[in-house]
């Protein structure tokens, strides 16, 4: 079983339409969660995280954390074009050692 | 500010060669890494530093090696080229050794065939 389990997509949605992406996890000792956008041919950028349960807003996006659940999920509203990439989820327990454990990333497009 | 700056952007290798990844940043970040990204698969640390003179195998450091004489400068390499190592490499940086809040600075990556 994978640490981080991410759903590769793909997933098309219509311009303005409500995204959610998600990720669960097996590891209780995450406590950082982190969303990257990857656009084709380019290396990931940190989109938002998040310390421990609970939501974080960015204007249009929301990262949500459950701990409980072992689940994440990152929420974009009146998603665009320009959102169409792959995201990938990221999660580290915060005790150093470098051990932060990426999932496989999801592709959205987004239709105009 | 450039960031990171991976060379080569494409390369193809026969079986047996050898070649070295160039990395370099102008950050000034201490903490620097390797990462290779395959279909399906997150993404996969080979090695990292903690600064010049530093380094340590991450999770698939087998078939690599990697050096760090300056702050800047990280570069890969592997010996001896197999088809398993054909993938795309990221080389990343980051201020702070749980890069939660600030993130790792990726580079554009390196896309490796080895035929």
């Known amino acids: 079983q994978k640490e981080v389990e991410q759903d590769p997509g793909p997933l098309s949605v219509p311009e303005g339409a409500i995204v959610s992406l998600n990720c669960t996890y097996s590891n209780s000792a995450f406590q950082y969660f982190m969303w990257y956008r990857q656009y084709s041919r380019k290396g990931p950028e940190l989109l938002m995280y998040t310390y421990s349960s609970g939501n974080k807003e960015d204007g249009r996006f929301t990262a949500q954390v459950d701990k409980s659940s072992k689940y994440i999920s990152l929420f974009i509203r009146d998603s665009q074009p320009s959102d169409s990439a792959t995201y990938l989820c990221a999660m580290s327990a915060g005790t150093g050692g470098f051990k932060t454990i990426f999932g496989a990333g999801t592709r959205l497009f987004v239709k105009a | 500010n450039a960031g990171v700056t991976q060379t080569p952007k494409f390369r193809i290798l026969k079986i047996g060669q050898s070649m070295t990844l160039q990395c370099t940043q102008d950050m000034n970040h201490n903490y620097m890494y390797w990462y290779r990204q395959d279909p399906g698969m997150g993404l996969k640390l080979i090695y990292y530093s903690v600064g010049a003179g530093i380094t340590d195998k991450g999770e698939v450091p087998n078939g690599y090696n990697v050096s760090r004489s300056t702050t800047e400068d990280f570069p890969l390499r592997l010996e001896l080229a197999a088809p398993s190592q054909t993938s795309v490499y990221f080389c990343?940086?980051?201020?702070?050794?749980?890069?939660?809040?600030?993130?790792?600075?990726f580079g554009s990556g390196t896309r490796l065939t080895v035929v």
């Open positions: 990343a940086s980051s201020y702070t050794a749980e890069p939660a809040n600030y993130g790792y600075t």
